[in-house]
């Protein structure tokens, strides 16, 4: 990675449904420790003037996806379905990416938006590890993006399920297309220094 990649920062599914402890499938306690991380790199994209979007879960209750054991969250309209308050989150400056699936990238325009601001990598984070950052960064490539997983502003709902997952693409044959990495590690390469978040 070098100074010359146009970064994007993508938090995916930090919605009040998720970390609202009174909610089934919240992933509270986890999702709460990397608000900190997350705002921290949303703090250096944005002195930056890099894009940060804020793909989130977007359902309808008659989505085919509650049709097995998954009970219906996120729903559209509802408080729940938005970004958590939590977060660094700037409706004049980000974009607000309701998605109907797993991937930022599914039935979105998001990749149009990418390319219109001249972005050539997708700094991935937020939940869960396994499945909509998974999706997102696998889509991220499959549309020609260089794709990173934010391993620090990641998690699940375990931290043996969110290493698991991270572990199977720490070397894999689309590096350096694909790789794992801190946040720190991400903002010093593309500053072209030791940068700290």
């Not at 990598?121 to 998974?134: H, P, Q």
Request: charged share 25%; glycine share 6%; with cysteine.
């Amino acid at each position: 990675m070098n100074k010359s990649e146009k970064p994007a920062l993508l938090i995916i599914d930090m919605v009040k449904d998720n970390l609202d402890e009174g909610k089934e499938y919240a992933i509270t306690s986890l999702a709460h420790r990397i608000v900190g991380p997350i705002n921290d790199l949303i703090g250096v994209f944005r002195k930056q003037g890099w894009p940060i979007v804020f793909p989130t879960d977007s359902y309808r209750p008659e989505d085919f996806i509650f049709e097995g054991k998954l009970q219906p969250f996120s729903l559209v309209g509802t408080e729940g379905a938005e970004v958590a308050d939590e977060l660094d989150y700037r409706p004049e400056e980000d974009l607000w990416l309701p998605k109907p699936r797993f991937s930022a990238f599914f039935d979105t325009d998001l990749d149009e938006w990418l390319r219109e601001r001249g972005v050539t990598l997708c700094a991935v984070g937020g939940i869960a590890t396994e499945y909509c950052v998974l999706t997102t960064v696998m889509d991220a490539l499959c549309h020609d993006f260089k794709a990173v997983f934010v391993e620090d502003c990641s998690t699940s709902y375990s931290e043996s399920i969110h290493e698991q997952t991270l572990s199977l693409y720490r070397r894999n044959p689309l590096y350096p297309l694909l790789r794992v990495i801190t946040s720190s590690e991400l903002v010093a390469e593309l500053l072209g220094g030791s940068a700290d978040v």
